[in-house]
């Protein structure tokens, strides 16, 4: 009697020590809040506070961690810089410079993804109970990757039966890509008829589950996509007489390369000269900030539910963009352009062991989320990762003065950004240089001046050494240069070939 007795307490006390052991370990391992914002710039209040925008959970965002003023994305364009973020590769190195459907980013015919691990996936490979919803990789996600999958509406939100303003006004691209989906104005009535507030309520209702595994949850928002549509309430944020214009010069392009011109040749887009004439810059404007604000809000409600649920101490949170938006600099309202206002991004750590509202303005990329995320995390480093881990440099700067950022556009044209500097070489071998200590808004292109030669080449050796060609699941068919390098360099032929663009 005794002894049974005896060996209940043994077998309870080693139970309990099992029990409190894996309690241990699930405390140890944190869970992962991943959340992406479409075509983000750095406007937002704690990294730019550009014309005064309103966004105060991003700044709670940055008082709860880590912010990167000067991150970069691989690629100033969703699909590639989005495959860069999951892969963990260069898209120098896997050939994906356009849009690659998910399902086809890991394929055969492809030697650098075909066994390629996606982020999501690494998590789940170690333990991790992974879910997701709304625009993580391009579309969604490649199947399988997300245990629980929320899916992604179709397009980018509501859109009224007749465009406000821009309809690409018959000058845009031909065939099925007739118009497009820019337009600004306020649309729909309220928030809940937004996909990214159905998001969040998705999210939300996940946050107050019970999980056997530590998580990880990827939010992908839509907006701040175009169509520039949100309720009228962001609108009234931003009275027009208030709105500030980003710097434009008329006649910046006359000192770009020929290919930086073709790149940035977008018939289907507004250019600046358009939006000043008809008097829309600003509106414009207006809508993108009115975009922000609610994205903001949107996100305010993801930080309320974490804080208020039971995973608040031990959940990492990442926020990032997967590049900026020019909004009438150099020309034109798009991404597509290896200068700073369309490279640069928000990225925005918290969480344990994370000093709180530190900001760090060295350069950074954004294939540093992988290898980040895991080392936060305690899981062992993935060996393919082509970027460094960011933790040394949150937690004591390490690293600041040797950091650097190349983001990649099509084949073999690249931009390093190192210092206060940006080296842009193109395919051709023509250049830009821009001294930001001087000329922040990249007016003058000092390729062909002496006086940086030196600083020029300590650029020009970070310039990525392999450079495949295209990967065949890859396209982008609304701009021409594309079509053309990827026909050109996949056919075999190695002289770049000049493209008549649209008049512009
Ligand atoms: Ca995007
Ligand atoms: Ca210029």
């Known amino acids: 009697m005794k002894k049974t007795y005896f060996l209940l307490i043994i ?7 099992c029990k409190s052991e894996s309690k241990k370990i699930k405390i140890k391992k944190p869970n992962v809040l991943f959340i992406a914002v479409d075509d983000l710039n750095n406007w937002i209040s704690p990294i730019q506070n550009f014309s005064n925008v309103k966004t105060p ?22 699909g590639p810089s989005r495959a860069s973020i999951m892969t963990g590769l260069r898209p120098s190195t896997t ?64 859109y009224p039966e007749k465009r406000f303003v821009w309809d690409g006004f018959g000058k845009g691209v031909k065939g099925k890509h007739g118009r497009t989906s820019t337009d600004w104005g306020a649309f729909p009535e309220n928030d809940t008829l937004m996909p990214d507030h159905q998001s969040v309520n998705w999210v939300k209702e996940r946050l107050e589950r019970d999980y056997e595994k530590p998580f990880f949850m990827g939010l992908g928002f839509l907006r701040v996509h175009v169509p520039l549509y949100v309720p009228q309430k962001w609108f009234d944020l931003y009275p027009l007489d208030k709105i500030e214009t980003p710097p434009y010069k008329s006649d910046d392009l006359n000192d770009i390369p020929n290919v ?7 018939p289907m887009m507004p250019s600046t000269e358009w939006a000043k004439e008809s008097g829309e810059w600003k509106k414009i404007v207006q809508a993108y900030l009115a975009c922000v604000s609610y994205v903001d809000y949107e996100l305010g409600r993801v930080l309320d539910a974490l804080e208020s649920s ?23 309202f798009a991404k597509h352009a290896l200068w700073e206002t369309a490279t640069k991004a928000p990225l925005m750590f918290a969480g344990p062991n994370l000093p709180k509202g530190k900001k760090i303005t060295a350069p950074v ?83 062909g001046n002496i006086k940086f030669s030196n600083k020029k080449n300590i650029l020009k050796i970070l310039l990525p050494e392999k450079n495949v060609i295209w990967d065949e699941a890859s396209n982008y068919t609304f701009q021409p240069y594309f079509v053309a390098q990827k026909k050109r360099v996949n056919g ?6 000049i493209v008549i663009g649209a008049d512009r």
């Open 11 to 17: 077998g309870t006390l080693f139970l309990g020590a």
């Open 310 to 332: 039971k995973y608040a101490d031990n959940t990492i949170i990442v926020l990032w963009s997967d590049h900026g938006y020019r909004l009438g600099e150099k020309g034109t």
């Open 365 to 447: 990329e954004m294939l540093s989320i992988y290898p980040s995320l895991l080392e936060l995390s305690g899981l062992p480093a993935y060996t393919r990762n082509e970027g460094k881990s960011l933790v040394d440099m949150m937690q004591s700067d390490k690293g600041v003065d040797a950091s650097y950022a190349i983001t990649t556009f099509a084949m073999n044209n690249h931009a390093i950004k190192k210092e206060g500097y940006r080296y842009i070489r193109y395919e051709d071998g023509t250049e830009e240089f821009y001294d930001h200590s001087v000329d922040p808004n990249e007016w003058y292109n000092e390729a």
């Open 57 to 78: 959970n991003f700044d709670r965002l940055a008082k709860m961690g880590v912010t990167f003023t000067n991150a970069h994305v691989q690629a100033p364009l969703c």
């Open 492 to 497: 075999g032929q190695k002289t770049p070939v």
């Open 95 to 158: 050939g994906i410079y356009g849009m690659t459907p998910d399902n086809k980013i890991r394929r055969e015919g492809n030697p650098a993804t075909k066994d390629i691990t996606f982020l999501p996936e690494y998590f789940k490979q170690n333990g991790y109970h992974t879910m997701g919803i709304g625009k993580l990789f391009h579309i969604h996600a490649p199947n399988d990757v997300f245990d629980e999958s929320g899916g992604r509406v179709k397009g980018f939100g509501p």
């Open 260 to 266: 930086g011109l073709q790149i940035n040749d977008l």
